[in-house]
């Protein structure tokens, strides 16, 4: 017993000034150079089954080294093969009952034995620079690891965990964030852009739909269109700074005024103000200032405001109450030959009897008044 504890003390001794991580029960003593000691005794081969005797003595639940290598003898004194557990750790040995380290393939799966101890691993553990999950049967996963709650991780064909990276599965793209877990239900900024993750994981592209009638937009690299115009089906929309789509709004872009309707499809033509009142959008949806439009066969004068001119002149034209102009005496004063006209006794024609105060005139049609030679008041006309 003296003996035991000693050589443990000295196991763990060199384990602190070695860095080498110690075993379970067995007291493994390791030599100067870090290589295992080599165990007093030797093997006996009985009825199919390996056994240690150290001074005629069988060993018991022990590690042996032998040749460098190491082994296990159980309780019973039998040299272990394949999975055996010491102390709740699993081990593997090989048909030869050497104990193994490192990468293990078997069943089809990976499994990792500690380099020093050769302790089975479990959970997550950094191997060679790499993170990999065993679980807590020691199977290296690989593909989408569920942590339960909607939450995940995902490891490679390799096994290393994937941090601070895409991944492809499907025909969806996902992102593992540095702490290892899928983003989900969340907006991240990845090399300045933005991308939006929904619910399942899955990268947002084209319409997210926030509820309410508001948008945000991802174009097909899932990065959020902030700023900018697009076009989806035939419309136009635009995504303000703030990434929402504008929607019932008029918006100065470039100097430019821009209506859009509650669907967030950006106006052209006509937009209503009520009451008669209009404005007037290009295809392009800049709302036309200071220019005459024809519509339907009309013409129509949208003032510096945007809005439309109506029952007013606009220089020489006139327009009626529903902005169309009307064809002018000056332009078109046949059509009018037969209407009514107040000539005054200057033998001026006016359109108005008021005109600049006139009180005495006659009334005739607006030929006879030209067969007679009279001419156009300037104000009227
Ligand atoms: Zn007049």
Not at 177 to 197: H, I, P, S, V
Request: hydrophobic residues 35%; proline residues 0%.
């Amino acid at each position: 017993m003296k003996k035991r504890v000693l050589s443990l003390l000295l196991a763990v001794m060199l384990t602190l000034s070695l860095g080498v991580s110690a075993l379970a029960d067995g007291a493994l003593v390791l030599g100067a150079d870090s290589e295992p000691a080599q165990t007093e005794g030797k093997w006996s081969y009985e009825n199919g089954k390996w056994y240690w005797y150290t001074d005629g003595e069988k060993v018991l639940g022990q590690w042996i080294v032998d040749g460098g290598k190491v082994y296990y003898v159980n309780a019973a004194g039998v040299m272990c093969t394949g999975w055996f557990q010491v102390d709740d750790v699993w081990y593997y040995a090989g048909k030869d009952g050497a104990r193994q380290t490192g990468w293990l393939y078997q069943g089809k799966k990976w499994y990792y034995l500690d380099k020093q101890t050769g302790a089975m691993a479990v959970g997550i553990q950094t191997v060679d620079g790499k993170e990999y999950d065993f679980g807590q049967s020691g199977i290296m996963r690989t593909g989408w690891i569920d942590l339960g709650g909607g939450d995940y991780r995902y490891a490679g064909k390799s096994g290393a965990l994937v941090r601070s990276n895409w991944v492809q599965s499907g025909k969806s793209w996902y992102y593992l964030k540095d702490d290892g877990l899928m983003a989900r239900n969340e907006t991240l900024t990845l090399d300045g852009k933005e991308y939006d993750f929904g619910q399942s994981g899955v990268m947002r592209t084209g319409w997210i739909d926030l509820g309410g009638g508001d948008y945000r937009y991802a174009g097909k690299s899932g990065a959020l269109v902030r700023s900018n115009w697009v076009q989806s089906g035939k419309s136009w929309y635009y995504l303000k700074d703030d990434g929402l789509m504008a929607r019932n709004e008029t918006l100065t872009l470039s100097g430019k005024e821009y209506a859009f309707k509650d669907s967030g499809v950006m106006r052209t033509g006509w937009i209503s103000l009520g009451n008669g009142d209009y404005y007037y959008a290009n295809k392009d949806g800049a709302r036309v200032k200071g220019q005459w439009i024809k519509d339907g066969g009309k013409e129509y004068y949208l003032k510096d405001d945007g809005l439309m001119a109506r029952s007013e002149r606009i220089g020489d034209y006139l327009v009626n109450d529903s902005g169309a102009w009307i064809a002018t005496w000056k332009s078109a004063y046949g059509c009018y030959d037969n209407a009514t006209v107040y000539v005054s006794r200057n033998n001026i024609i006016h359109r108005d009897s008021g005109c600049s105060g006139m009180k005495y005139y006659s009334t005739m049609t607006l030929a006879q008044a030209l067969r007679q030679g009279a001419r156009r008041c300037e104000k009227c006309f």
